[in-house]
């Protein structure tokens, strides 16, 4: 028999592909399982990437928070509250727990899931559920997200993470390039420009040719001016999520700082180096089934000594699961 789940997480990126080894365990131990998926309007296409995923709902809470009260907004947030009350779930699942998902969670009819008020981020959360679970805090997202699921539906979880991202790596050629992503959200997360130099001359060394992203203006005049006056590199233009992971499954090795599109080339599978400095890898490593090493912690950036080391441990993986460095 069919079990209807709607699994609630509406962002951002990185939280995202954490989730998305959850959604493989629940697929795979839950066979009847027909899954659903709200999330936030921008990464809407990261849900449609797994095969298990049946049905992506968008919402635009970042869109709307800003005129919440307009007619445009009011008459979206009333469509939303119609598509969800027509709906008729076995279990909602809402793997966020924060009161902004426990809005959405409040208009879905179905046996609500979610974490205790130990285990919230936002302890308030967890008033708003039939069902609490209880999963420790500090321990790796996607470990933390697996335990969850396993949880719910009364399985026991094992085996490495699967990402469900077939679609992008089946197939797809290696190609001598590197893929850089060398800016982030918030300035505090920046590393300095000469690493970026010694690590760009480093994957040169090895014949690859540099590919930076950059998902907004300023993003791509800071990438330009990392690689000025460089003609073994080239910062792509703005991309869709699909696009940019296209490129990123063809990649030799990926260095980026602590972001989303850096934990996405980890669950592509690729090797990864994650720079971190204003965040702490305790909570986020880079996961995936290649060789990953997030390096730094908040308040203390890894050296350029230290990512040059990963950037050659990296090139020489030869294939077999790397645990990760953090």
């Given at each position: 028999?069919?079990?209807?789940?709607?699994?609630?997480?509406?962002?951002?990126?990185?939280?995202?592909?954490?989730?998305?080894?959850?959604?493989?365990?629940?697929?795979?131990?839950?066979?009847?399982?027909?899954?659903?998926?709200?999330?936030?309007?921008?990464?809407?296409?990261?849900?449609?990437?797994?095969?298990?995923?049946?049905?992506?709902?968008?919402?635009?809470?970042?869109?709307?928070?800003?005129s919440?009260?307009?007619?445009?907004?009011?008459?979206?947030?009333?469509?939303?509250?119609?598509?969800?009350?027509?709906?008729?779930?076995?279990?909602?699942?809402?793997?966020?727990?924060?009161?902004?998902?426990?809005?959405?969670?409040?208009?879905?009819?179905?046996?609500?899931?979610?974490?205790?008020?130990?285990s919230?981020?936002?302890?308030?959360?967890?008033?708003?559920?039939?069902?609490?679970?209880?999963?420790?805090?500090?321990?790796?997202?996607?470990?933390?997200?697996?335990?969850?699921?396993?949880s719910?539906?009364?399985?026991?979880?094992?085996?490495?993470?699967?990402?469900?991202?077939?679609?992008?790596?089946?197939?797809?050629?290696?190609?001598?390039?590197?893929?850089?992503?060398?800016?982030?959200?918030?300035?505090?997360?920046?590393?300095?420009?000469?690493?970026?130099?010694?690590?760009?001359d480093?994957l040169?060394?090895?014949?690859?040719?540099?590919?930076?992203?950059?998902?907004?203006?300023?993003?791509?005049?800071?990438?330009?001016?990392?690689?000025?006056?460089?003609?073994?590199?080239?910062?792509?233009?703005?991309?869709?999520?699909?696009?940019?992971?296209?490129?990123?499954?063809?990649?030799?090795?990926?260095?980026?700082?602590?972001?989303?599109?850096?934990?996405?080339?980890?669950?592509?599978?690729?090797?990864?180096?994650g720079i971190?400095?204003a965040?702490?890898?305790v909570?986020?490593p880079?996961?995936?089934?290649?060789?990953?090493?997030?390096?730094?912690?908040?308040?203390?950036?890894?050296?350029?000594?230290?990512?040059?080391?990963?950037?050659?441990?990296?090139?020489?993986?030869?294939?077999?699961?790397?645990?990760?460095?953090?």
């Amino acid at each position: 028999m069919t079990k209807r789940i709607l699994i609630v997480r509406t962002s951002s990126l990185g939280d995202l592909v954490h989730m998305l080894p959850a959604i493989s365990d629940i697929a795979r131990h839950v066979p009847e399982a027909c899954m659903d998926w709200i999330v936030e309007e921008g990464f809407a296409e990261v849900p449609s990437w797994h095969p298990a995923i049946h049905e992506v709902i968008p919402v635009a809470h970042r869109r709307w928070r800003k005129s919440w009260w307009s007619p445009q907004t009011r008459a979206e947030r009333a469509a939303l509250r119609r598509n969800l009350d027509a709906r008729r779930y076995d279990i909602v699942l809402d793997m966020q727990a924060l009161m902004k998902s426990v809005w959405l969670v409040r208009q879905t009819h179905g046996q609500r899931h979610g974490l205790d008020h130990r285990s919230a981020r936002e302890p308030l959360a967890s008033f708003f559920y039939d069902v609490r679970h209880t999963v420790d805090f500090w321990q790796p997202a996607v470990i933390r997200q697996r335990k969850l699921a396993a949880s719910v539906f009364g399985y026991e979880y094992d085996g490495e993470p699967d990402f469900g991202l077939d679609r992008f790596t089946a197939g797809a050629p290696i190609e001598p390039y590197a893929v850089i992503m060398p800016s982030a959200s918030r300035d505090d997360k920046l590393w300095p420009e000469q690493n970026w130099h010694s690590v760009f001359d480093r994957l040169a060394s090895h014949g690859l040719r540099l590919r930076l992203l950059a998902g907004n203006e300023r993003e791509a005049e800071r990438a330009h001016a990392l690689v000025a006056g460089r003609s073994d590199a080239e910062t792509l233009p703005r991309m869709s999520l699909e696009q940019v992971a296209h490129v990123i499954a063809s990649a030799r090795i990926m260095v980026g700082l602590d972001s989303g599109l850096t934990h996405l080339s980890a669950g592509l599978g690729r090797p990864t180096i994650g720079i971190y400095k204003a965040s702490t890898p305790v909570r986020t490593p880079l996961q995936g089934s290649s060789y990953t090493a997030s390096l730094g912690e908040r308040g203390s950036e890894p050296s350029a000594e230290t990512v040059l080391s990963a950037v050659e441990q990296a090139l020489s993986f030869t294939g077999e699961p790397h645990p990760g460095m953090f």
